[in-house]
């Protein structure tokens, strides 16, 4: 029991889901959006508020800037796609505090909420179900 209690612990000490990052804005805590695809996915839809860092181009100049107190939420399409996977090691590796977005820009449209980009939908009522 002790091991499955402290795999679900470190489990959400590495996830967070849709309902957990707008409550993180909200509050104004110090988060970074990171949208882990490539340019042309971000500028066609993305979450708002969010920079794009394509995983594929990570590397330590290219995030040498950033805030290494803040914490950095990785996403991608969803759950078919491991980009916010591979940003959330290469972030890690390089001394930066992770989440990784469960259901990436997916599951933060399915559960309500707006978008920015060329193809962007505005949110509906937001109401977590969880």
């Known amino acids: 029991m002790n091991d499955q209690i402290k795999y679900y612990q470190k489990k959400l000490s590495f996830e ?10 909200e509050e104004t805590a110090h988060v970074v959006i990171v949208d882990t695809r490539k340019e042309f996915a971000y500028e066609t839809e993305h979450i708002p508020g969010a920079i794009n860092l394509p995983h ?16 950095y939420v990785c996403y991608c399409d969803g759950i078919g796609c ?9 972030m890690t590796q390089l001394g930066f505090k992770v989440r990784e977005l469960i259901g990436g820009v ?17 949110g509906t009522e937001i109401q977590c179900a969880c």
């Open 16 to 25: 967070w889901d849709s309902a957990d990052l707008f409550e993180k804005l």
């Open 56 to 71: 594929r181009k990570m590397d330590a100049s290219s995030i040498s800037g950033l805030d290494k107190e803040a914490i």
């Open 82 to 90: 491991n980009g916010s996977t591979k940003g959330s090691l290469k």
């Open 106 to 122: 997916d599951w933060w449209k399915r559960d309500g909420y707006s978008t920015e980009g060329s193809q962007a939908i505005a």
